[in-house]
């Protein structure tokens, strides 16, 4: 009977956990304007942000896979070449210096049914790969 409770509990609390996960990864701003001349009132959604993991990134493609949470499936996130990429100290990188599981924020636009990166602020600073190669040449003498 108490693990059972037991079981419960914690099943809720992870439910919990996730839930405001999810509530934590995304904000959206919302602008909300009227006219004085026509009283028209629009209203406007700007840019939304999450925070995830990059899943999938292939440099020859317009899209990379982006994770919110571990529960949550990887969806698309399309780039184009207004794209901003930044390390962690806020200096602009190049789009190749995104690797798989690598932490980042996105900062993105929904354009149809299409989520369109805005800016890519990764949380690690990218991996400088050096490839050095030494070449040796021995001359034997007759």
């Given amino acids: 009977m108490k693990q059972t409770r037991f079981v419960k509990i914690l099943a809720a609390a992870f439910a ?3 839930g405001l996960g999810l509530a934590l990864a995304q904000t959206t ?3 909300t304007t009227t ?3 026509t009283g028209t009132t629009t209203t406007q959604q700007t840019t939304t942000s999450s925070v995830g993991t990059i899943v999938t ?3 020859d493609s317009d899209y990379f896979m982006f994770r ?3 529960e949550v499936a990887p969806a698309r996130y ?3 070449r207004d794209t901003t990429v930044v390390d962690p100290a806020g200096r602009t990188v190049s ?5 798989p599981d690598m932490p980042a924020t996105i900062h993105y636009t929904k354009v149809g049914d299409r989520v369109l990166v805005r ?3 990764l949380s690690q600073p990218p991996r400088i790969i050096k490839h050095e190669e030494t070449t040796t040449t021995t001359t034997t003498r007759p």
Avoid: M
């Fill in 16 to 18: 919990c956990a996730a």
């Fill in 29 to 31: 701003t919302t602008t």
């Fill in 35 to 37: 006219d004085p001349v």
């Fill in 57 to 59: 990134y292939t440099p």
């Fill in 68 to 70: 919110t949470t571990p």
């Fill in 78 to 80: 399309y780039y184009t």
């Fill in 95 to 99: 789009l190749s210096a995104i690797r």
């Fill in 119 to 121: 800016k890519v602020v």
